[in-house]
């Protein structure tokens, strides 16, 4: 029998006579038997249902949330109806089936889903959703799964629990032990249509049990412990639209540390800080920048397998390995330009005096009840025998970071490494304090143990003025918002993994995940089945664009492995992909400020921007870098090209400039070496512009700092014109400290427009401050166009035009051709707070020269190319020498275009394979190299050489 409906705190009866409300949270409940439905409403688009077997809360107090939601001071809609079992506001319908309690939710005018109880009065209970017109699905977390590869939505999968409770490293043989994190996240995307728009919708299951989600059928399900069901729906235009508000509901993340968005090279682990001096001075000397280091266990003295006396739960310094600590941070972070990040577990040792301590005051799990003595896990115990600290206790948490987190901060440690967070060791029938009324059991607690532990440190941090910098492996919807890193666990090192790395973070993206990396070069290399130069070298492309930070790590107790990139890998690939991410910092900070603010992804998927183009709904092989770059996945034995697609527009390639208008196709065969060196593709969309930060062999790390003690603290913008005008905003501030969140930032808009044959780039007068922001700066625009300049003005007067880089790099100010559809223009030294508008006119001919190779014989699959000293060349490298045609057989000729003006070249022909993009060649041209000079503009003739 169904009982009457409850709008607010009136009972009503059902009936077809509509009600409206305005600008409250609106409730209504429906019962069926013995059960009930709440309805929530929160917002014009968002509503939040609760659905259980028992006895109903009522509709006088909002529904229960758990730690995994942040905002719970929603407004209400701005208008609500309701009519009969009807409710509707201006985004959203929700009807409800008196007798199933049944849920139709609606954009409102297309059916999104509809939802039914499952096995409601069991224990293990659940939803099934109709997938109706849905076509695919993102999110739900972290998920590895076999076959190696980096594409695949969730339509047609099942998401699974990790473990008997949910979160838990697993194991498998393509990826070794990885995470399998449950954020019960899920963004479903249908069709679109010209009168509606997209179909789409966000549902977020507030459910701290596990999860088991079979979206392989039609309706899919949905299933889970709890006494109830209760779970969110968000409607709004497009991914963007749903996952902001996603982000709103659990938590936007802080702007991390500057620094973390440099390289932090660790191991397990450095015994002392004689081999972390040592990674560093070999680092140094290869002019690798880096940020920090990261310290495994022996930092605290390691553990003790099996025994009650580990040192594990110490959190103190082993001073006899790590003597003279606070003089040492010192001098890192003053001197040597590094940080340390130490890890830290959530397991005590029962001998210790910390386990005492922390039993008497009542803050360890318990066993089995409220007043029993702490937990004793012995089980899996290479770390030793002990208890278990409550996390979900605050008070617990409070004292652990002031009792031994605080000093690590106060000298100067910037980073904490929340390991084993799953729990990865646990009593199944240990006590908590609890996160649900009146819940206490493992598994009432268990998938938000990893979110409560990184919830006490930012709240340890909250006191201070530094930012919470922490890297975690387990975690749950809303981690994001305490300032969370998270990795993939002890991922083998495998291709198979590496791939299906990729595939993973698309998935935490879309769960709101936007500092997702892996172990680079992978921790267990003992799966290793391919050539671990290339492996480490692919991997470490990857990391670089993808990953925050950038973290080689490896097991190396043996002290006989290498993580290090000038030890390990090719190293001129992995000190120019990893400079390349130095360069991009300013980028990627901006995007980390525009997630605080507004909650937008750092590295999305394709269809987050994309959603309507068939060809990008399972992409995880590409990815962008905010809305601008895109960037192609290399995991794979021998690769030397690869396939790229991009979406439809005009895109160029950002190593090369080359312009490609694509109509939403593929573009085959693009080198993955290019002049030399090992790099992913990678390409941004016209009007794109990327801030830029100056890095050469001098820079030692992301904040600036310089062996030579200089600064370079010029603004640089790399600007692909386009005839609509676009703009980006830089965002700059301490790069350390909370004073962020009050205002001390500084922003600096950019735009560009082409209109004609005159690109106009415009760098603002900045607005706001911060502690140690320049007054006055350069200003350099490397503006990426099909032809050369003639001239280019600031404000309105002559800049003048240097006919070399060298030239140009003398002086003060002033632009000149660089070659590879590049033109760079400078400001001197000025105020931040003036305009500073660059016009270009384009339309000059590139520099070009047509080459000629004379008695040049092939065999079959051979061909004859120029290979020379400048990039468009080859820069010596064979890989992207330039293929000439058979005009005049034996005779090779081709013209070769978008060279640097004015400058001397050298060059000679060889012979090489025509597929693979070789890097050795067959033959050289004998003798000594041929040498021109190009010119200024246009074609310079033909140059010669010979077999």
Request: proline share 6%; charged share 15%; with cysteine.
């Amino acid at each position: 029998m169904t009982r009457a409906l409850v709008f607010l705190a009136a009972l009503l009866m059902p009936s077809l006579v509509a009600s409206s409300a305005q600008a409250a949270v609106q409730r209504v409940e429906f019962t069926s038997g013995s059960a009930y439905l709440i309805v929530e409403f929160l917002d014009d688009d968002l509503v939040h249902f609760e659905l259980a077997d028992g006895t109903s809360p009522g509709v006088n107090t909002s529904i229960f949330t758990t730690p995994q939601v942040a905002k719970k001071d929603y407004l209400g809609p701005s208008d609500f109806t309701q009519s009969g079992n009807v409710l509707t506001t201006p985004a959203m319908k929700v009807e409800v089936a008196a007798g199933t309690l049944c849920v139709k939710v609606s954009d409102p005018a297309r059916l999104l889903y509809e939802a039914c109880p499952r096995n409601l009065a069991q224990p293990w209970k659940g939803l099934t959703i109709t997938k109706g017109s849905t076509q695919n699905a993102y999110g739900l977390g972290e998920q590895f799964f076999m076959g190696g590869s980096a594409d695949g939505d969730w339509v047609g999968r099942t998401r699974s629990p990790g473990g008997t409770y949910g979160n838990a490293m697993v194991f498998d043989t393509d990826n070794g032990p990885v995470g399998n994190t449950q954020i019960p996240v899920l963004f479903a995307v249908g069709p679109a249509t010209m009168n509606t728009g997209n179909l789409n919708y966000g549902l977020l299951l507030d459910q701290v049990y596990k999860q088991q989600w079979n979206l392989t059928g039609d309706p899919w399900t949905v299933d889970t412990w709890g006494d109830q069901l209760r779970w969110y729906t968000m409607t709004g235009p497009d991914l963007p639209d749903l996952r902001k508000d996603y982000m709103e509901l659990t938590g936007r993340p802080p702007v991390p540390p500057k620094k973390a968005f440099g390289m932090w090279v660790s191991e397990f682990g450095y015994d002392n800080w004689a081999e972390i001096d040592n990674r560093l001075s070999g680092l140094r000397a290869d002019t690798f920048p880096v940020d920090g280091f990261v310290l495994d266990l022996p930092w605290f003295g390691g553990v003790t397998a099996g025994s009650d006396n580990t040192r594990m739960g110490t959190l103190s310094w082993d001073t006899t390995a790590f003597p003279n600590t606070a003089a040492t941070i010192a001098d890192y972070a003053t001197n040597k330009g590094i940080g340390l990040m130490t890890i830290e577990e959530s397991y005590v040792g029962k001998n210790l005096p910390e386990h005492a301590d922390l039993a008497a005051r009542g803050y360890l799990v318990r066993s089995g009840c409220s007043g029993c003595a702490p937990v004793y896990l012995t089980t899996n115990d290479w770390w030793g025998r002990g208890g278990m600290i409550d996390w979900t206790q605050d008070a617990a948490a409070d004292y652990w970071h002031t009792l031994k987190r605080q000093p690590l901060a106060d000298q100067g440690v910037q980073g904490h490494w929340l390991d084993l967070g799953e729990p990865e060791m646990y009593d199944a029938g240990d006590w908590t304090s609890g996160v649900l009324p009146g819940k206490h059991a493992h598994s009432d607690y268990h998938n938000v143990y990893n979110l409560k532990w990184a919830e006490s440190v930012a709240h340890g941090y909250a006191s201070g003025t530094k930012r919470p910098f922490m890297l975690a492996r387990s975690g749950a919807a809303g981690i994001q918002r305490h300032g969370v890193a998270m990795w993939s666990a002890d991922i083998g090192s495998k291709l198979t993994a590496l791939a299906q790395q990729q595939n993973v973070q698309m998935h935490m993206s879309m769960s709101g995940i936007d500092y997702f990396g892996s172990d680079i070069g992978g921790f267990r290399r003992e799966m290793l089945n391919s050539d671990l130069n290339e492996l480490y070298t692919q991997w470490f492309a990857n990391g670089s664009w993808f990953e925050v930070p950038v973290r080689p790590h490896t097991e190396n107790l043996c002290n006989c492995a290498q993580t290090s990139p000038d030890k390990i890998g090719h190293k001129a690939s992995n000190l120019a992909n990893l400079r390349q991410r130095y360069e991009l910092a300013p980028y990627y900070y901006s995007l980390a400020h525009r997630a605080h603010r507004y909650g937008e992804p750092v590295v999305p998927p394709l269809v987050h921007y994309y959603q309507n183009d068939p060809n990008v709904r399972e992409t995880g092989h590409e990815k962008l870098i905010g809305r601008d770059l895109l960037v192609g996945v290399v995991a794979g034995a021998g690769e030397r090209d690869r396939d790229v697609y991009l979406p439809a527009g005009t895109w160029y390639d950002y190593a090369t400039g080359e312009k490609l208008t694509s109509t939403g196709q593929w573009f085959t065969d693009r080198p993955l070496w290019v002049n030399g060196v090992f790099r992913l593709p990678a390409f941004a969309r016209a009007g794109a512009i990327i801030p830029k930060a100056h890095v050469d062999d001098k820079t030692m790390n992301v904040m600036g700092k310089r062996t030579d003690g200089t600064s370079r603290n010029e603004l640089i913008a790399r600007v692909y014109p386009h005839t609509t005008s676009t703009d980006f905003t830089l965002y700059e501030d301490d790069g350390a400290t909370t004073a962020y969140q009050s205002g001390s930032v500084r922003t600096t808009q950019i735009s560009q427009q082409l209109s004609g044959a005159t690109a106009t780039v415009t760098v603002a007068a900045s607005s706001g401050t911060y502690t140690g922001a320049p007054a006055s700066r350069a200003t350099v625009v490397e503006l990426v166009a099909d032809t050369q300049a003639s001239a280019v003005t600031l404000n309105g007067s002559p800049l003048t035009q240097h006919a070399t880089k060298s030239a140009f790099d003398a002086a003060a100010s002033g632009w000149h051709n660089a070659g590879g559809n590049l033109i760079v223009a400078k400001a001197a030294s000025a105020s931040v707070t003036t305009d500073k508008t660059f016009a270009f006119t384009l339309g000059q001919a590139p520099a070009s020269m047509t080459f000629r190779c004379d008695n040049g014989a092939t065999t079959p699959g051979q061909s004859v190319y120029a290979v020379g000293s400048v990039p468009q060349l080859g820069s010596w490298s064979v890989a992207s020498a330039v293929k000439l045609s058979p005009t005049a057989y034996p005779a090779w000729t081709g013209t070769i275009g978008r060279l640097p003006p004015n400058t001397a070249v050298e060059w000679k022909c060889v012979k090489r394979q025509e597929t693979g993009f070789p890097d050795t060649a067959d033959q050289w041209q004998p003798g000594a190299n041929t040498s021109f000079t190009t010119p200024a503009t246009g074609n310079g003739g033909t140059t010669t050489g010979a077999f």
